[in-house]
């Protein structure tokens, strides 16, 4: 089992949708989740981090964690084709080197 | 300011060359991290060095050789390299590492130096 899983996709969504980006990882006792966006070519650029149970809203975009299921999402409300671009979710493992480890990112794709 | 800045942007060498990379941050950030990007893949860790020690080195060949002169910078300095080295490679900066996680342990990426090696 992979640390921590992305659907690669693509996650094709109309212009002006909901996009639901999703992330699951093994380490139970993981502390801190973050979301960064990777443009083609381009280095990740940070978008939202959440730390505690429940949702963390910021613009557009909502975080949710959930540590009893081992789940994290990425909600982008009113997606716009700008938002298209790969979405990858980090962990930061609880014990060990505690290097962040990286899913392997969703391409989300949104249709004009 | 979260600006972390990478020279050069793009770089060809051939595999008796030596060059560097140059990442520089003036956050204040104590933590500073090199990866590498394959296409189509997440970055991949090669070191980390908090408070200019090096403190991880994921089993990275000889031929990458990092430095932190001060708590600004950090270095990538290459020779030898071989055709699959060519990649974007990544500089990162945090407030701290290695503490108990939380917004100290936000990384904040450069724009990268895009690698061929011929």
């Known amino acids: 089992q992979k640390e921590v899983e992305q659907n690669s996709g693509p996650l094709s969504v109309p212009e002006g949708a909901i996009a639901s980006l999703n992330c699951t990882y093994s380490?139970?006792?993981?502390?801190?989740f973050f979301w960064y966006r990777q443009y083609s070519g381009k280095s990740p650029e940070l978008i939202m981090f959440?730390?505690?149970?429940g949702d963390k809203e910021d613009g557009r975009f909502t975080a949710q964690l959930n540590k009893a299921s081992q789940y994290v999402s990425l909600l982008i409300r009113d997606s716009q084709p700008s938002d298209s671009a790969t979405y990858l979710c980090a962990v930061r493992p609880s014990t060990g080197r505690r290097a962040l480890t990286f899913g392997s990112g969703t391409r989300l794709q949104v249709q004009p | 300011d979260t600006e972390v800045t990478q020279t050069p942007k793009h770089l060809v060498m051939g595999m008796t060359n030596k060059k560097s990379l140059k990442c520089e941050q003036h956050?204040?950030?104590?933590?500073m991290y090199w990866y590498k990007q394959k296409a189509k893949k997440p970055p991949e860790l090669m070191f980390v060095y908090s408070y200019e020690k090096l403190s991880i080195n994921e089993s990275v060949p000889s031929r990458f050789s990092p430095e932190c002169p001060n708590s600004s910078l950090l270095n990538l300095h290459l020779h030898a390299l071989q055709p699959e080295d060519s990649a974007l490679y990544l500089c990162a900066s945090s407030q701290d590492w290695g503490a108990s996680g939380g917004v100290q342990e936000t990384q904040y990426f450069g724009p990268g130096t895009r690698l061929l090696v011929l």
């Open positions: 380490d139970r006792g993981s502390q801190s």
């Open positions: 956050m204040g950030h104590r933590a």
């Open positions: 959440i730390y505690s149970n």
